[in-house]
């Protein structure tokens, strides 16, 4: 039981070292990636809970969401060639 904290803190590390390497963002939560691997290594506990703390209370990093794909009806080029190609038929047929 005297190894659980030192265990615990050898986890959380390892956690939040990987997880802060492979972060897609060059500088997460506005400190550059070398800087939190400092961070959550000297700091035992404190680093490895504020970088856990940032990535669930921020999300995943962004600051605006990603655009959706747009449905080809509810694309306005897209309609407006829709209805040009329907006029163009209806000229030929007529």
């Not at 506005?30 to 800087?35: L, T």
């Not at 999300?59 to 897209?78: K, N």
């Amino acid at each position: 039981m005297r190894a659980l904290p030192f265990i615990l803190y050898v986890v959380i590390t390892a956690y939040c070292v990987a997880d802060a390497v492979q972060h897609p963002e060059p500088s997460p939560h506005g400190v550059p990636k070398w800087a939190w691997i400092v961070i959550i290594l000297l700091f035992p506990y404190i680093g490895a809970l504020v970088w856990i703390i940032l990535k669930f209370t921020r999300g995943t990093g962004r600051s605006r969401p990603q655009p959706r794909p747009m449905a080809p009806d509810d694309d306005p080029q897209y309609l407006i060639w829709l209805n040009e190609q329907e006029r163009r038929r209806k000229l030929g047929n007529d």
